[in-house]
């Protein structure tokens, strides 16, 4: 924290991104004020939090528009210093073009390589555009100073740097990618792949999650885009104007604040054994995320069914508890995920009848702390992704051991894999693979689980969230200072 204070002294900070921090629902009783189920907010919130300034986001999940004022803002003052939330109302027909057709029927499944079919049209183009013009013109609009820090947070918007350096020139634009980027074959199938790259060059920075994805991007660049490109420095000059590539690893706040109000690891399972009423000696595994076909959840339900039907001695001792938020439900690709996904969880409680239901499939949101009394509460944790840019709830479930038990069951497909190397490694591909892991973390004496389980805290611990940042504004300032130097600003 103490960083990102010291870094960029006076410097405004604005934030871009689609997702909301809090979500306002005006109910008979009173506000209800909502977190959203997004990696992006858990870890920019403790950020803009830190740091103060200004969050601009589309006011999705918010249907009370008494909560913001007559410019849509509102002051995020639950802890100082506080930040100031501009919302950008978007309509339906730009909603389903910008977010979920460009956004979400395009670029996620380009990105994430999980064989659906990326859609490509005209008008989700076009409407994605005037979007991205829209939140660079309340960048603008906001900023009180000519050279601001704007963070400008994913997929959804890599038009606005360009847009937004063409009317601010001198400010300071970091771009963070928070999904996989693919390989120059792949991005390629995008018909607007040259305007997608152009526009995220108007970055000062453009980071990734890994140095792989970096390398991927520059290759995209090489391939599409006419410019110059130091490899050895990573930097890629287009019009006059230099822009770094850079790996900086998401992270999670550490210690996460919700952890102070859960009561200590024991307590949470006697919560959780009587919330879903489990036979005592049962073995919990768990699973928490959006309801997305990228995350594995088919897969993984799976391989609980290939352990249980391979080694009979499981059967009632083990039960999975799946929590999956819906997200995007507009989309057949992911309507259809949560059907197949229900259908699959009653078929497998349907094949072993007379025992505790090995399957409990929550589809619904659940606020941080329900999420981390249920982390505390389980045996093993599985994070299944077919691909994921980092992946926080990895992270998560190791920052809420603090009594250094329980045992986390990763994909080697997600960016988390390349730092938590002593969790059980997976191809959520492999259902047999996957279904000895389980046993294996099941099994897993205490002692080797504590050995595990320490090595990743102390990971997380000392990679965390204020690093990430603090390594993205370091740069940031470094750049700032060369270009006054050089005389370039
Ligand atoms: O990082 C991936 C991401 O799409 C974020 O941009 C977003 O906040 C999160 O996942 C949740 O997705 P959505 O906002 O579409 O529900």
Same mark, same amino acid.
């Given at each position: 924290?103490?960083?990102?204070?010291?870094?960029?002294?006076?410097?405004?900070?604005?934030?871009?991104?689609?997702?909301?921090?809090? &979500? !306002?629902?005006?109910?008979?009783? /009173?506000?209800?004020?909502?977190?959203?189920?997004?990696?992006?907010?858990?870890?920019? +919130?403790?950020?803009?939090?830190?740091?103060? =300034?200004?969050?601009?986001?589309? /006011?999705?999940?918010?249907?009370?528009? %008494?909560?913001?004022? +007559? @410019?849509?803002?509102?002051?995020?003052?639950?802890?100082?210093?506080?930040?100031?939330?501009?919302?950008?109302?978007?309509?339906? %027909?730009?909603?389903?073009?910008?977010?979920?057709?460009? $956004?979400?029927?395009?670029?996620?499944?380009?990105?994430?390589?999980?064989?659906?079919?990326?859609?490509?049209?005209?008008?989700?183009?076009?409407?994605?555009?005037?979007?991205?013009?829209?939140?660079?013109?309340?960048?603008?609009?906001?900023?009180?100073?000519?050279?601001?820090?704007?963070?400008?947070?994913?997929?959804?918007?890599?038009?606005?740097?360009?847009?937004?350096?063409?009317?601010?020139?001198?400010?300071?634009?970091?771009?963070?990618?928070?999904?996989?980027?693919?390989?120059? %074959?792949?991005?390629?199938?995008?018909?607007?792949?040259?305007?997608?790259?152009? =526009?995220?060059?108007?970055?000062?920075?453009?980071?990734?999650?890994?140095?792989? !994805?970096? @390398?991927?991007?520059?290759?995209?660049? #090489?391939?599409?885009?006419? *410019?110059?490109?130091?490899?050895?420095?990573?930097?890629?000059?287009?019009?006059?104007?230099?822009?770094?590539?850079?790996?900086?690893?998401?992270? &999670?706040?550490?210690?996460?604040?919700?952890?102070?109000?859960?009561?200590?690891?024991?307590?949470?399972?006697?919560?959780?054994?009587?919330?879903?009423?489990?036979?005592?000696?049962?073995?919990?595994?768990?699973?928490?995320?959006?309801? #997305?076909?990228?995350?594995?959840?088919? #897969?993984?339900?799976?391989?609980?069914?290939?352990?249980?039907?391979?080694?009979?001695?499981?059967? #009632?001792?083990?039960?999975?508890?799946?929590?999956?938020?819906?997200?995007?439900?507009?989309?057949?690709?992911? *309507?259809?995920?949560?059907?197949?996904?229900?259908?699959?969880? $009653?078929?497998?409680?349907?094949?072993?009848?007379?025992?505790?239901?090995? &399957?409990?499939?929550?589809?619904?949101?659940?606020?941080?702390? +329900?999420?981390?009394?249920?982390?505390?509460?389980?045996?093993?944790?599985?994070?299944? *992704?077919?691909?994921?840019?980092?992946?926080?709830?990895?992270?998560?479930?190791?920052?809420?051991?603090?009594? @250094?038990?329980?045992?986390?069951?990763?994909?080697?497909?997600?960016?988390?894999?390349?730092?938590?190397?002593?969790?059980?490694?997976?191809?959520?591909?492999?259902?047999?693979?996957?279904?000895?892991?389980?046993?294996?973390?099941?099994?897993?004496?205490?002692?080797?689980?504590?050995?595990?389980?320490?090595?990743?805290?102390?990971?997380?611990?000392?990679?965390?969230?204020?690093?990430?940042? /603090?390594?993205?504004?370091?740069?940031?300032?470094?750049?700032?200072?060369?270009?006054?130097?050089?005389?370039?600003?």
């Amino acid at each position: 924290q103490e960083v990102l204070h010291g870094v960029l002294p006076g410097a405004e900070v604005l934030v871009v991104s689609n997702r909301e921090p809090y &979500i !306002h629902n005006a109910m008979e009783a /009173g506000r209800v004020v909502q977190r959203p189920a997004s990696g992006l907010v858990s870890a920019l +919130e403790p950020i803009m939090r830190a740091c103060g =300034g200004t969050w601009i986001a589309h /006011g999705s999940g918010s249907a009370d528009r %008494e909560a913001v004022d +007559e @410019n849509d803002r509102i002051r995020v003052s639950e802890v100082a210093p506080a930040y100031t939330l501009r919302r950008i109302w978007i309509s339906e %027909e730009e909603q389903d073009g910008y977010y979920y057709g460009f $956004a979400n029927e395009g670029l996620w499944p380009l990105c994430h390589i999980v064989f659906v079919r990326p859609t490509f049209r005209l008008t989700d183009w076009q409407m994605y555009r005037q979007i991205n013009q829209r939140f660079a013109d309340a960048v603008v609009a906001e900023a009180h100073t000519e050279d601001p820090v704007v963070l400008v947070q994913d997929y959804h918007f890599a038009l606005a740097p360009r847009m937004i350096r063409e009317r601010l020139p001198k400010a300071t634009i970091i771009t963070f990618w928070h999904i996989p980027w693919p390989n120059a %074959e792949t991005f390629g199938i995008c018909p607007w792949r040259a305007e997608i790259i152009e =526009g995220m060059l108007g970055s000062t920075i453009v980071g990734f999650h890994t140095q792989f !994805h970096c @390398n991927n991007f520059i290759e995209g660049v #090489d391939r599409f885009v006419e *410019s110059r490109i130091d490899r050895e420095v990573q930097t890629v000059s287009l019009g006059g104007h230099e822009t770094r590539v850079r790996a900086y690893p998401i992270s &999670i706040e550490w210690p996460p604040s919700e952890l102070e109000k859960l009561p200590p690891p024991a307590h949470c399972r006697s919560d959780v054994v009587a919330q879903f009423g489990l036979a005592e000696g049962t073995r919990l595994i768990v699973g928490v995320e959006r309801f #997305d076909y990228t995350k594995g959840i088919l #897969d993984r339900m799976r391989a609980v069914d290939a352990l249980l039907s391979r080694n009979l001695a499981w059967r #009632d001792r083990l039960v999975f508890v799946q929590v999956a938020a819906p997200t995007r439900s507009k989309l057949s690709s992911y *309507s259809k995920l949560q059907a197949e996904a229900e259908e699959l969880a $009653a078929e497998i409680n349907g094949s072993y009848p007379g025992r505790q239901p090995v &399957i409990h499939l929550i589809a619904r949101h659940y606020e941080p702390a +329900e999420v981390f009394r249920l982390f505390r509460a389980a045996n093993a944790c599985v994070v299944s *992704s077919l691909h994921d840019g980092m992946n926080l709830v990895a992270k998560e479930f190791v920052s809420s051991r603090e009594d @250094n038990a329980g045992v986390l069951i990763l994909s080697s497909f997600t960016g988390a894999s390349r730092e938590l190397s002593e969790a059980l490694i997976v191809n959520p591909y492999d259902t047999e693979e996957m279904a000895s892991a389980i046993e294996l973390a099941l099994t897993m004496p205490i002692q080797e689980q504590a050995e595990r389980m320490k090595l990743m805290r102390q990971q997380v611990k000392e990679h965390n969230v204020y690093r990430w940042a /603090g390594a993205m504004l370091v740069d940031a300032a470094r750049s700032r200072t060369r270009e006054r130097v050089l005389g370039l600003a």
